[in-house]
């Protein structure tokens, strides 16, 4: 049976954390949005405001998963909550418990942290995941629509508030 570990990422992990990235990028079809460099991911990650957290799964000693996420808040609960940005096992690990094992921990950390809730997003055609967190007992919010701004609208969005 193959050891695992959960552990909080340390600014030595970020090319693993970056490829990591790239293969959950790849799965979900948008290898060709990824633009994040080392440098980049690591002053976010590690820098003097660190902007999210990352914990790692571990198989045998190596990197075989990640869960990167950071604090939200609710008003209405009046409690921070854990976002859940990316969550990606290889595959030549799924199937260990690896995926209940990051969803595990951030939900421990959730508790310890005083947080109301533990919340992510997931691509509607991505069935095994989303069997997946309905068997733990996640539940959809059917009624909410995520809206993004990027690129030139953020900009000119930007550009009119001063």
């Not at 994040?36 to 075989?64: C, D, K, T, W, Y």
């Not at 609960?77 to 595959?91: A, F, H, M, Q």
């Not at 068997?135 to 000119?156: C, E, F, K, Q, S």
Request: charged share 20%.
């Amino acid at each position: 049976m193959p050891s695992t570990q959960i552990r909080f990422a340390r600014p030595d992990d970020v090319e693993v954390i970056l490829s990591l990235i790239r293969e959950l990028a790849e799965y979900e079809k948008l290898a060709d949005q990824v633009v994040a460099e080392p440098a980049q991911l690591a002053e976010h990650l590690f820098g003097s405001r660190p902007f999210a957290e990352v914990l790692i799964a571990e198989m045998n000693g190596e990197a075989a998963g990640f869960a990167l996420f950071f604090h939200s808040y609710s008003t209405f609960l009046g409690k921070p909550g854990i976002y859940l940005e990316d969550l990606y096992v290889r595959t030549s690990a799924r199937g260990a418990g690896l995926g209940k094992a990051l969803l595990g921990r951030l939900a421990s950390l959730a508790l310890e942290r005083g947080c109301g809730r533990l919340e992510w997003s997931v691509l509607d055609w991505n069935q095994p995941a989303i069997g997946f967190y309905q068997r733990l007992g996640a539940r959809p919010l059917d009624d909410w629509t995520v809206y993004r701004l990027t690129g030139p609208a953020l900009r000119d969005l930007a550009q009119q508030g001063h």
